[in-house]
């Protein structure tokens, strides 16, 4: 009797575990249907993302516009991130960003187990997906509908923080 108990608690234990462990740091905004695409490379304290880093980024106001999960295949380089734009069906609700809104970027380290964020995420312009349509973008990131931009990101922290 006290094995099947036992068992049944490791069984829960690791159905528990998995599921968290499958769980990201931001919950992913709904999709919508109109975006802003970003695509670069990005490094965290000078090293290729892990499996559980995310990229996400926000609006003005503090909304989970766009995120990228890491899955730790990709080396330096982050796919697209489809950033979600305000549904204009949608007269008095705000699900995404407004066309000419700054957007901010916020990284997750899930090796360090740290967000990231503010002047610890330096961002340059890239052009290395022009080929794929995406162009250098000018800084600060701005929401504009159907853009395809490329963005190098690298996380330092700051002096001083854990």
Not at 65 to 81: I, K, P, W
Not at 97 to 114: C, E, H, I, P
Request: with cysteine; net charge negative; hydrophobic share 35%.
């Amino acid at each position: 009797m006290k094995s099947g108990i036992i068992g049944s608690f490791v069984l829960l234990m690791v159905v528990v575990c998995s599921t968290v462990a499958d769980a990201g740091h931001w919950t992913p905004p709904a999709t919508g249907t109109i975006f802003m695409h970003v695509a670069g490379k990005i490094t965290i304290e000078g090293k290729a993302p892990q499996t559980g880093d995310e990229v996400g980024v926000f609006s003005s106001d503090g909304v989970l516009v766009g995120l990228h999960l890491f899955d730790g295949t990709t080396g330096l380089l982050y796919g697209d991130v489809a950033i979600n734009g305000d549904d204009p069906n949608t007269p008095g609700e705000c699900e995404g960003a407004l066309d000419g809104q700054v957007l901010s970027v916020k990284v997750w380290s899930a090796r360090n187990n740290r967000e990231y964020g503010g002047n610890e995420i330096v961002i340059a312009p890239t052009d290395e997906f022009s080929k794929n349509g995406y162009r250098e973008s000018p800084l600060p990131i701005t929401y504009k509908e159907n853009e395809f931009i490329g963005v190098t990101i690298s996380v330092k922290p700051s002096f001083g923080v854990n």
